[in-house]
């Protein structure tokens, strides 16, 4: 059973617009979220997390908003840059715990 | 730059071959992680080291053996390994214990298993 979902396999946007990246997730009890980026041989690079006591969390281009009724959160890039272009995964965990539980990703494709 | 360090970056081994996996973070902290991801796939966790030791493993096959030497050092012993297993390891650390805190990741080890 797949406890945190992206489930758009990719997005494109222009260069300048917003991208917002969405995930779902079904385990009650997670309290911890996080968004990472990946590029092609490259490790997850930390982007942004939201703990559960928190509807929004905002650096610079990125904001997190979670929405807990909804088990839903979304990552919103404002404005996008071309060299966001990369695949976002988001991840959960709780009890301040070790395992991450991460979604399947979507690609995001910049266009300039 | 990573501030999670893994070598080597790339590795070719055989079946029958006994290799090893390290990483190296000077961060300060005291979480350490073993994930494997496999072409469009999310990473999949194998192994957490806390304080040093082994806390959680996630039904690793016993080919795979990690090992902690200190706090700042993690391997990963590899050993008749099979074809499936060739894919990208990533090492990633945290500060641990009872705080919510990001997971950094290295660049990863890409393993192709002939």
């Known amino acids: 059973d797949q406890q945190v979902k992206q489930n758009s396999p990719s997005l494109s946007v222009q260069e300048g617009r917003i991208s917002i990246l969405n995930c779902d997730y079904t385990?009650?009890?997670?309290?911890?979220f996080l968004w990472y980026k990946k590029y092609p041989a490259e490790g997850p690079t930390f982007l942004i997390s939201i703990s559960s006591i928190k509807d929004k969390n905002e650096d610079g281009r990125f904001t997190v908003f979670l929405n807990k009724s909804a088990k839903h959160l979304s990552l919103h890039i404002v404005p996008s840059q071309p060299g966001d272009s990369a695949v976002y995964f988001c991840?959960?965990?709780?009890?301040?715990?070790?395992?991450?539980?991460f979604g399947g990703g979507t690609r995001l494709m910049v266009k300039p | 730059d990573t501030e999670v360090t893994q070598t080597p970056k790339h590795l070719v081994m055989g079946m029958t071959n006994k290799k090893s996996l390290k990483c190296e973070q000077h961060m300060g902290h005291r979480a350490m992680y073993w994930y494997k991801q496999k072409a469009k796939k999310p990473p999949e966790l194998m192994f957490v080291y806390s304080y040093e030791k082994l806390s959680i493993n996630e039904s690793v096959p016993s080919r795979f053996s990690p090992e902690c030497p200190n706090s700042s050092l993690l391997n990963l012993h590899l050993h008749a390994l099979q074809p499936e297993d060739s894919a990208l390891y990533l090492c990633?650390?945290?500060?641990?214990?009872?705080?919510?805190?990001?997971?950094?990741f290295g660049n990863g080890t890409r393993l192709t298993v002939t």
């Open positions: 990633a650390s945290s500060r641990g214990g009872t705080y919510n805190s990001p997971l950094h």
């Open positions: 385990n009650s009890m997670f309290d911890y």
């Open positions: 991840a959960a965990s709780y009890n301040a715990g070790n395992m991450l539980t």
